[in-house]
């Protein structure tokens, strides 16, 4: 599963260059959150890895990014 997150990792990189605020420190940030939140709750990490990775990765086109994102992830 590690090979998958890291090449998550790298898509979300390219993905989310040149969003502004939204861009891979943004995607990081989330990313580290949400992982510190999860072993509280004692999520799902993989699944949650990838869903916080993912979650910003549309936000080039007009609309609702949110479920952009999650449909392209």
Known sequence: MESVLNSLREQAKRRT???GCHSWDHAERVH???L???RREEANMEVLSA???LH???RSREGEH???SAREA
């Open 66 to 68: 949110a479920l952009q």
């Open 56 to 58: 910003d990765i549309e």
């Open 32 to 34: 580290d959150l949400c």
């Open 51 to 53: 869903a916080a990775l």
């Open 36 to 38: 510190l939140i999860g």
């Open 17 to 19: 260059k040149g969003y």
